[in-house]
């Protein structure tokens, strides 16, 4: 009777697992994705549990479906580019639009003193940050999003007049400037949450934007940071960067715990053009986010 229930389980949570492989047909398939360690690890207890009650063959089918799904993970976890680049960096903070004191930023900012910010959350609570970047961050773009705050890149480097611009309230902002190297587009996005809520449309909207921004004559790399509420295995980031033609660079780091800390996401992340980088996590400092801290080269020649 025990036997036949873990199997049972087992057959469920390898099902759930399967389903969560399906993104590219149906939006559902990312979010099963998003506990795709969660669910690995309760098949690898019950394949334990499988092996104890002398059924062997059911374990092994337990354990070699949770390491074909772990496995990439893993991999991800020590992603660092070949050369890992750094002749630019850019810091990534979904702010908290009730944060208590925006001070802790703006100083661990002005410490580091990256070359580009991409910003959440941006609130009238914490819009403050700015009074103390301003000298240092004089180009930068604002734009409204939804009730929690809008998004905003600021750059130490000059922004190239008139290239600011917003998706009206789809949660992107973006501006080209003017680098050493040459011209970049930097890019901050706030995606809304996963289906059954309103990403999948929210992502498609965005898609013919970031394309055209790929596409810019003459060219221009992208630097994107953003809040996208969604894990670096999904189909949905796998459209995002094809689409930019960018890569996400560094491991998945945990930038969101919920549930008392039961659940631990990675869903804030960087993508650049070429994909040469690597990434720090951050202090929260006052948000519920962790920021990111990148460090990458970017190709001024396609």
């Not at 394949?47 to 949770?66: E, K, N």
């Not at 004191?101 to 910003?119: H, K, M, N, S």
Request: hydrophobic share 50%.
């Amino acid at each position: 009777m025990i036997k036949r229930s873990l199997k049972k389980l087992l057959l469920l949570a390898l099902t759930l697992l399967a389903a969560g492989y399906l993104g590219k047909y149906h939006p559902a398939g990312d979010s099963l994705g998003v506990f795709r360690p969660q669910i690995a690890l309760v098949i690898v207890i019950l394949a334990v549990l499988l092996w104890i009650a002398s059924a062997r063959r059911w374990a092994l089918l337990g354990l070699v479906a949770a390491a074909v799904s772990l496995g990439p993970i893993y991999w991800m976890s020590g992603a660092v580019s070949a050369s890992g680049g750094a002749e630019f960096s850019l810091y990534q903070k979904n702010m908290r639009f009730r944060v208590e004191d925006p001070g802790l930023l703006a100083a661990d900012i002005l410490a580091r003193r990256p070359d580009f910010l991409t910003l959440q959350e941006v609130s009238g609570a914490n819009m403050a940050v700015f009074d103390q970047l301003d000298e240092i961050y004089k180009a930068r773009q604002f734009c409204p999003f939804a009730t929690i705050g809008g998004v905003a890149v600021a750059s130490r480097w000059p922004m190239v007049a008139g290239s600011g611009f917003c998706a009206e309230a789809d949660g992107l902002a973006a501006m080209k400037v003017v680098t050493a190297k040459g011209p970049v587009w930097v890019v901050s996005i706030h995606l809304h949450w996963p289906w059954p809520k309103s990403q999948p449309a929210h992502i498609a909207r965005l898609l013919p934007i970031l394309a055209e921004l790929a596409q810019d004559e003459p060219f221009a790399p992208l630097a994107i940071g953003g809040d996208f509420n969604m894990v670096p295995w999904s189909h949905a980031m796998d459209r995002v960067a094809d689409t930019s033609m960018t890569e996400r660079i560094g491991p998945p780091h945990v930038t969101l715990t919920k549930a008392q800390g039961w659940m631990r996401v990675p869903i804030d992340h960087v993508l650049v053009s070429g994909g040469d980088g690597s990434v720090q996590r951050v202090s929260r400092l006052g948000s519920d986010h962790f920021g990111l801290f990148a460090r990458f080269a970017l190709p001024f020649e396609k």
